[in-house]
Each structure stands twice: as structure tokens, then as C-alpha cells.
């Protein structure tokens, strides 16, 4: 960890109080990440990878709260400021890209105008200024004839072209962190690549760190620096994205890693978990991962693991314990 | 951006969220969406079945419950009209709300009214589920020719308020029987006309639900083995219809009952001699002037208590069963 | 845009086309025209002159055709009860009613949306529950119940206001308008606010209803997340996207509130066209029952296009591709 993280998360809780009590979405997670930095973040739905990114960027949905824990951007803490300061570091400091571009977008203003508005709620440029600008992102995110299509609708656009004018919508001003939410998974497969590629040059030129929320391990293996591999609301690894690809340490990477198709590998089967992430309203005691662990001991049904460092990467499992010194 | 909290399976390719159970019918949804939980924990909704049912309770023991039976003429005395209520000056402990024009106690035909006002709602609201249901159903299940009359005829009324319509066929009907028979015929009058004019509502939603079912595969799979569609129609789409058309009918009876007071507040529905709640409130609409409030007020205030009643619980019932249907 | 303007208004000619078959059914079979327009001593033979004369041994579709071209040059024939045309009855009483509902129209809209954002964006607030259930009462109360309410309140214990009538009209070349004398707009005050206050409460939950779902969609969420201010969110992105299903409720309300005021015209004593129309229905009286019927579609038919005209100002998914209109909303 060299010099200061951009954002720095720690023991972060999110919290849902229901009718049946309250359900913890995300149950201490720390993470960091440095500038220029792209961290993936995977798990399956629920895991609370989504929740997450809501947290950082001050969106989660009421009820949904922030039980516990701080968020710090650039050494500041952001977790607590008030509405107003929190929306100007919204876009500004922290920009976000949701799953759905289709649905992302106003469909009654133009792209220009949605492209316009953003660039003078964070600077002080003028109309004609912005909307330069704008036409300037448009051709930067690969949208051609920008002068002509600044005035086009959102339904003027394919899904992909759309989800182009996303990311030039939460890069507009140049925000140091992008929460990329399942940036691509309504697109086609063929656009994916394409989508992520982008993103991936474009945050690379602007210096921009990125927080990718996926369930597409492909994804990540292709595009991050490192990965936090969530299950339950808790983080099960963090590490290196080739350390966790190539050597997962938590049974529930190396089940995630068995379970994608690998050229290498042959005509070997796909291995798959058995059995299915507890619900929020019923995560076991001790390691949430014990049902379906095939490696469990009697500590795992006892006590939650913490997170602890081997090698490059931190693991929540009893089994890489120091103590223990099993592995 | 939220993830839902639900069981998925163990490989993570789980974006497309499965619509859950997506084969259960609406009776099950009934009975496993917390119905009863939600109606014990909202105390509006209980005191609203409480109220709607002590109407209907009173309406259907009127003569037992009534102090007085304003239809009886031998035991109703001129000499009683007007009186204010019982806490007033000139009140008459006989009758607690007062009496009307012709001595009849208000508290009497307030229930009286109310079984008259509740029966024409209750009738018309079958009337229209009856015919709104059986002309959804065809209208989705034989589709065509058949369909698009169906659903042209339900666009038209459907954007002439529900009111007018049942005025327009409250007039052609006594246009076609004489203005003199009408007023025996009030009742048959007032249903037939808010059952036609309510029948809509059911017809789009159930036609909306019979084409999803009809395109399952167990529909194809009961037709191809040959088996009559009406068996088909009555035994697998109608119990999966049932559910909203439920919530549709609570709602359509404040809808019945209001038509049908206005209808007899208008003086096109019940005669003064068999008064629903709406002719009260019209008989002592001449007397406000007078000052004799009680007649107006009293009628009034059990009409709106009823509708805001089976309105609240239409309400309810609309939320518990699918809080999307709205 | 041309072709789907042109084809909603082919749809309205079918709508006119099945309401005018529908009055003139009506007309013809409701009752015996000959039998209303003649005293009891005629003949036979006088009332066979007078039907041939009156062309109702025509064929049928000789008879509508007549009846379409009467009613599209507003020739309704004569009024059974009051044997005056029909056509002059309702010129008479169209300012009444269209003044009315114009008022209440607009007292419902200016009310009805500020109140329904309001309720929208405070949800929990104390205010917001307070006109959540008064809108709830409001809908239970039956128009002609809180019109006699407020008479009873304000004409007979406080006489503050009139009680029934158009109180004093200016004639403006025909068009008698209750609008510019203090008396008229005194006159008008409750009959406005009692046919306004069902589609005032209908307009709110609307509103507030439409507010709800828009701010949970994915775009109001991305409209935070780029850090615009709750004004432009609320305002500029959430408010305008309710637009569309609150114009098409609104016109349809407006239609409404044409025929709504049937009820309020009868509890205050208005004279309009709702008044003539229940007085038509009371004493059979069928030319007038037709007229009212077409007229009032007509009003519908008409406002329902200035509404799909509407949506063109409001949403550019539209002017591009007609054929999406129906799949929106």
C-alpha cells in the first residue's frame, strides 16, 4: 500500500430495518482504493456488492442506512457530511455508471441537454462552453457525428451507444472514483467487451479509479488491479486479480474459479457450489459460507472468521489462520 | 442499484432475476402475502371492517334493529314531523336523530335506507362482475373479432364518467316503460343500470389476465389433449382472475353505492316511499333552508361513513393482494 | 406526427360514428315521437300523415343518415317538453355549464398538482398525511353531499354566499357570462369548488402516485448520482416525466367534469345544461337526452385530441415514432 488510498472504507455496516427485524446488507466491510486504481468487486445477488457502491456514493435507499462504520475520501470523511456537500462530491468526486443503460438516461432531454445540466451543476462554464464540452465527451466515448448527435434523445440510441453516453455522463467533470455498477450486464455480450474496454482506456487517460461491481469474474480477470470477492455482506477475499484468480484461498473463490469455463482446462467438467447463499434473514452463525463449505471444522460453526493476510491477499477462513497454520 | 435479498443459485450468473413464483395463482398469493398480518397491523383497515360490518349487519336486521319501521303507515304520525333530534329543544325522546317531513324516525330510515342503499350496490356490483368477467374471459380467450368489439365498446363507455352512463340508461329504461311504472321498478331500474355501466373495469382486467394464462403452457397443453375450452376457461383462468377481480368489486361497491345515491339524490333512483340513503339526504335537501339540518346531515354523514368504510378496505385489500395493481 | 394525429381522428369519428348511432337509437325506438308531439284527440290517420311527413317511414339507415346531418349542422329537433328546439335550448345554457366547468377545471389543477408533488416528495411528512386523508374522505364524499354542506355553511348560517343561481350575467353577443360582475363570480364560488373538489383529490393522488414511481426509476437515481441539485431533480427531471399519464387523466377529468355537472347544477340550481339534461331524463324527454349525449361526446372526443397533441410537446419518443404511443404510459 503505497502512499494514501483515494477511498478507504472501514467496517462499514448497511442495514435494512424490516417488519421482521433488521437485515444487515453489508456487514463490516473494509476495502480501499488507491488512485487510478480499478478494484472489482464480485459476488452473487444479495452478496451486497451493490449496496456497497450505494453506501459510498451517499444513494442508499431509505430504509436502507449505514449502520456502522465510515467512508473516507481522500483522508476526508464523506459517510456523514450533509445532503448538500454530499451531492456536490456526487459527480464531481465520484461518479457512478448503473447496470441498465436503457433506463439510465431521462428520456424527455436530449443527451446534450442531460450533458449540459451535469457540467454546469459542477463548473462555472457557460452554455455554449458545456456545450462544447459535451460534444467534445461525446466523440471521446467513440460516438459518432458528436455535433449532430448532442441533440438526439436517449431512444435515438442502441443500448450500447447509450451506455457510451452514460460514461461520458459520469465522466464529465472528471471524477476521481467511478462506481461502475454492472456497468455491462444489460448489454449484449458482443458489446460488453467493447463497453469495458472503453471504460478501461478512458479511466486510464484520466487517471480515474474505478470500483467495479460485477458478477462476471471474466470481467474483472480482464479489467481490474485487484478484487473483493463478497459473499453475504462480508468480504470472503481481497487480492491481487491474478493472486485470486490463480491461487483463490477462501473454498468459496475456488468454487467461484471451478465454476468458469477455462480453455486450459479441457474437457474437464465445471465444478459448481452446491446449494445457494443463505438469505439475509437467516446467515448461519460463524462463517456464513459453512453450509456449503466442504472444508468446515467446528470453529466455522462457532466463530466468524476474520480477515487475514496470506501471502498478497486477506481471506476470512478459519482454515488460513495463523494459529492454525493449516494450508 | 439494490440487491434483492433472495436465494440464488450457487454459480454467480444470476441477472436474470426469476419472476418468483411466477405459477402460483392469485388465491395463494392471497393467502401467503401476509393478508392476515397486514390486517391485524393496520387498525384503520380493522375499524373499517368493523364499520362495513355493523352496515351490513343493521341492513340485513333492520326490522329487529330499527326503533321504528318507516314503512309501517299505521304506526307513522304526521303529527311527528319535522321534530329536531332528541338533545335538541322540541326533541322527542321517541326518535334520537328526529324525524323527516312525514314523521318517519331518521335513525329508522337511515337503516332502513342504508339496507336499500347496500342491497342496490351488492346486486349491481354482481350484475357487473358477472357480466364484466364473463365478457373478459370471452373476449381473451376467443380474441379476434370477438375481442376488438368487446374492447371498443369498453373504450367508449370507459371514457364517459360511470355516472353519466348509468343516468343515460336509467332514462332509456324509463323511456321504455313509462315514467309511470318506474317507481315500482325502482330497484331493478338503479341495478341494471350501475351493473351496466360498472362492468368495464372487470372486463380489461380479467381480458389482461386470461391472454397471459391462455399463452401457458398448461392451456396449450389441456387443448391439444382435447379438452372443451369452456372446461378449460371455468377450471384453470377463472380461479387465477379471481384476485383482483375481488379487489376490483370491494372498490366498484363504494362505486355502486354513490351511484346509486346520486342517481336518487338526482330523483331518477328510489321514491320518497322506499327512500335509500341518497333520497333522504334529497327529501331533506328542501328543508335545509329551514333550518331543519337533521334531516340532511344524519343520512349523510352514514352515507360517507359507508363508502370511506369499503373504500378503506378496497384500499387494503388493492395493497395486500398486488401492491402493483393500481 | 401528421399520420398519428390523422388517425386518432379517424378513431373519433368511429367514437361519434357509435354514439350517434347510439342517440339516434335512442331517438327513434325510446318511446314514440308521434305519440309525445300530438294531443290525444288526433286520428290515426293525422298521426300516419305527420310520421311519413316526419320522414319515420323512411328506411332506416335513410332516417340516420338524416339524423347525423340534423345533429352535424346542430339541428336536434324539438324538445318534447318544452317544444322549443332542442339546438336553442342548449345555446342558451352552454355558457352556464362551460363557465362552470372551466373554473373548476382549473381550481382543481392548480390546486391538485402542487398538492400531489408535495405529497410525493414529503411522503412521511405530517402535511402529506393530513391531505392524504382528507383526499380520502374527499373521494368518499359524495359531490352533492358537500355541496349541501357548504350551503348549509356559508348561504344558510353564515350568508355569505348565494345558495343557487348564476347571480347577475353580462350578455356578450349571446354568450351570457357570469364572470365579470361580482355577484356572477360570488355565484360561482361554490359550485366550482364543489365539482372540482372530487377531480382536485383524483389530480393529487395522481400526481403523487407518478411523483412515487418516477423517483424510483433508474434515471432519477443516475440524475442524483451526477450530483444535480434536488430542484432540477425534482422538478426538472421527476415532475416533467409525470407529465404524460397526469395530461391524459386531466383531459379525461376535464370530460368529467362536463358531466359531473349535472349533479352540482341540480344542487345549486344552476342553469345549465346538466340541469336540462336530468330534466330531460325525469320527463323522458328524448331529443334533449340525444343532444346532451352528442355534445357531451363531442367535448370528449375533442379534448382527447388536444391531449394527444399535448403529448407531443411533452415526450420526443413520440414525434419520432407514432407507433410507440400506445406501448407508453
Known sequence: MAGNPLLEVRNLRVEFPTRRGILTAVDDISLHIDPGEVLGVVGESGAGKSMTGAAIIGLLEPPGRIADGEILLEGRRIDNLPYEQMRRIRGREIGAIFQDPLTSLNPLYSVGEQLVETIQTHTDMSHSQALARAIELLAEVGIPAPERRVEHYPHQFSGGMRQRVVIALALCVNPKLIIADEPTTALDVSIQAQIIALLKRLCREHGTAVMLVTHDMGVIAETADRVAVMYAGRIAEIGPVRQVIQNPKHPYTVGLMGSIPSIDQGDGRLTQIEGAMPRLTAIPQGCAFNPRCTLTMDRCFRERPDLVQVEETRVSCWHHDKELAHA | MVDAPTTQPAVVGDSASEPRGAETTAWSRFVESDVLYSFTRSPVTVTAAAVTAIFILSAVFAPLVAPHNPF?????????????????????????????????????????????????????????????????????????????????VAEIQLSFPVILTALLIDGVIRGVLNVEKSGELAYWILILSIGISNWVQFARTVRGSTLVERNKEYVQAAQVIGINPTLIVLRHILPNVMGPVLVIATIQLAVAILSEATLSFLGVGMPPTEPSLGTLIQIGNDYLFSGEWWMVIFPGIALAILVLAVNLLGDWLRDALNPKLR | MLAFIIRRMIQSVVVMFFVALLAFAMFRFVGDPVHQMVGIETSLEEREELRVKLGLRDPIIVQFGRFVGNAATLDFGISYQHQRPVSE??????????????????????????????????????????????????????????????????????????????????????????????????????????????????IMRLVRAEMLEVLRTDYIKFARARGLTNRAVNFGHALKNTLVPVITITGLQLGSIIAFAIITETVFQWPGMGLMFL??????????????????AFFFVAINLVVDMLYYVVDPRLRVDASKAHGHG
Open chain 2, 72 to 152: 309501517d303507515l299505521a304506526s307513522i304520525d304526521l303529527m311527528d314531523s319535522n321534530l329536531p333530534p332528541m338533545w335538541l329543544e322540541g326533541g322527542d325522546p321517541r326518535f334520537i336523530l328526529g324525524t323527516d317531513d312525514q314523521g318517519r324516525g331518521i335513525l329508522s330510515t337511515i337503516i332502513f335506507g342504508s339496507r336499500i342503499s347496500l342491497l342496490i350496490g351488492f346486486a349491481s356490483v354482481v350484475l357487473a362482475t358477472v357480466l364484466g368477467v364473463g365478457l373478459g374471459l370471452l373476449s381473451g380467450f376467443v380474441g379476434g373479432v370477438v375481442d376488438a368489439f368487446i374492447m371498443r
Open chain 3, 279 to 296: 330534466q330531460a331524463i325525469q320527463n323522458v324527454d328524448i331529443p334533449i337526452m340525444a343532444a346532451y349525449l352528442i355534445m357531451i
Open chain 3, 89 to 202: 335550448m342548449i345555446k342558451e345554457r352552454m355558457p352556464a355549464t362551460l363557465e362552470l366547468s372551466l373554473i373548476s377545471a382549473l381550481f382543481s389543477l392548480l390546486v391538485g398538482v402542487p398538492m400531489g408533488v408535495y405529497t410525493g416528495l414529503h411522503r412521511q411528512g405530517v402535511l402529506s398525511k393530513v391531505f392524504m386523508t382528507a383526499s380520502l374522505i374527499g373521494i368518499s364524499l359524495p359531490t352533492f353531499l358537500i355541496g349541501i354542506l357548504l350551503i348549509y355553511v356559508f348561504a344558510v348560517i353564515l350568508g355569505w354566499l348565494p345558495s343557487f343561481g348564476r347571480g347577475v350575467v353580462v350578455d356578450l353577443g349571446g354568450w351570457r357570462t357570469g364572470l365579470l360582475t361580482t355577484e356572477g363570480l360570488k355565484a360561482l364560488i361554490m359550485p366550482a369548488i364543489t365539482l372540482g373538489l372530487f377531480q382536485l383529490t383524483l
